[in-house]
């Protein structure tokens, strides 16, 4: 069992930047894939980045490249997704997730992968 815990969300004007963390409980959250997803007003659910249990292989949506960064620190448990460069359009309740990965390297983008959930942080860029 892996609970996650959100925090980082908050009110930036565009082009500021953001950096949102999830903190994990268990021990097997160095064994899991972790992805950020977001939802946004009237929208699905959409995939932003997700990272393989060793922090290696990462993955971005296309446009969150070049502005986000995924990472994680496995000894902290904790993962995070740094956001420069911030649109109104990336306003969003941003949620981390995680899932048990078979092999280090593995990520999925899928929502449906993933078996745990945290409760989301609300990010808002003014314009």
């Known amino acids: 069992q892996v609970q996650l815990v959100e925090s980082g969300g908050g009110l930036v004007q565009a082009g500021g930047s953001l950096k949102l963390s999830c903190a994990a409980s268990g021990r097997t959250f160095s064994s899991c894939a972790m992805g950020w997803f977001r939802q946004a007003p009237g929208k699905e659910r959409e995939f932003v980045a997700a990272?393989?249990?060793?922090?290696?292989?990462?993955n971005y949506a296309d446009s969150m490249k070049g502005r986000f960064t995924i990472s994680r620190d496995n000894a902290k448990n904790t993962g995070y997704l740094q956001m420069n460069s911030l649109k109104p359009e990336d306003t969003a309740i941003y949620y981390c997730?995680?899932?048990?990965?078979?092999?280090?390297?593995?990520?999925?983008?899928?929502?449906?992968?993933?078996?745990?959930w945290g409760q989301g942080t609300q990010v808002t860029v003014s314009s």
């Open positions: 990272i393989s249990p060793n922090g290696i292989v990462t």
């Open positions: 997730a995680a899932a048990w990965a078979r092999a280090t390297y593995y990520y999925f983008v899928d929502s449906g992968e993933y078996s745990y």
